[in-house]
């Protein structure tokens, strides 16, 4: 199961973008980064997938180097509704699925 | 097509009581999950099934049993409920594309539990 490493907390101001690096230096093969976001008292929702290069949605960019030992979540212009929890999660091959500590994005007007 | 269930929402229990957390799916996903929550933490997973018939242990196993009851249902069993336990249980489940952990995790609203 690969581990992952992000920052514990970022602050930004709406309107501009945000990004978080997370760290998965033991990263298989086969494995995809998933990036995950929760409010409070709620269960996380799924943001954005990728294993390779750049993905993109309505919603975020997903940046992944050539070696996929690092992925960067880029969420644009922010909102304060963007305050959130953010999870990166690598894939595992045998379904074991653990989530990190996330990064605390605060998004202030 | 109601995604992830759980009951109940909200439960208060005493010290040494049992009791079961239910959740369904249906979505048809092969794969199901417990974590739990605790204030100001992360999710940690405590068991998970990745298909009909098998479960193992996530990463805080103790004081927890599981049932994979069929493909739709995964239930979560606290034996002898202890303070420790209070938290928030969420259960989550996800059709995986073979080994590659690609695929969408889906949440259930959660079960706020207890302990006194």
């Known amino acids: 199961l690969a581990k992952t490493t992000q920052p514990i907390s970022m602050d930004s101001y709406e309107g501009q973008e945000v990004n978080i690096t997370c760290s998965h230096n033991?990263?298989?093969?086969?494995?995809?980064i998933t990036w995950y976001q929760q409010f409070p008292s709620q269960g996380p929702r799924f943001i954005i997938q990728?294993?390779?290069t750049k993905v993109t949605n309505e919603v975020a960019s997903l940046f992944i180097p050539a070696d996929r030992k690092s992925s960067t979540l880029s969420l644009p212009r922010v909102s304060l509704s963007d305050t959130a929890v953010y999870y990166c999660?690598?894939?595992?091959?045998?379904?074991?699925?653990?989530f990190g500590a996330g990064t605390t994005v605060t998004v202030r007007a | 097509n109601a995604g992830v269930t759980q009951t109940p929402k909200f439960q208060v229990l005493k010290t040494g009581q049992s009791m079961t957390l239910q959740c369904a799916q249906d979505?048809?996903?092969?794969?199901m999950y417990w974590y739990r929550q605790d204030p100001g933490m992360g999710l940690r997973l405590i068991y998970y099934?990745?298909?009909?018939?098998?479960?193992d242990k996530g990463e805080v196993p103790n004081g927890y049993n599981v049932s994979r009851l069929n493909k739709r249902e995964f239930s979560l069993r606290l034996e002898s409920a202890a303070p420790s336990q209070t938290s928030v249980y969420f259960c989550?489940?996800?059709?995986?594309?073979?080994?590659?952990?690609?695929?969408?995790?889906?949440f259930g609203p959660g079960t706020r539990l207890t302990v006194t």
């Open positions: 999660l690598v894939g595992s091959n045998d379904y074991k699925l653990s």
């Open positions: 033991n990263i298989a093969t086969n494995d995809y």
């Open positions: 990728g294993y390779k």
């Open positions: 979505m048809n996903h092969n794969s």
């Open positions: 099934s990745a298909s009909e018939g098998t479960t």
């Open positions: 989550a489940s996800i059709f995986i594309e073979g080994t590659s952990g690609r695929g969408e995790q889906y």
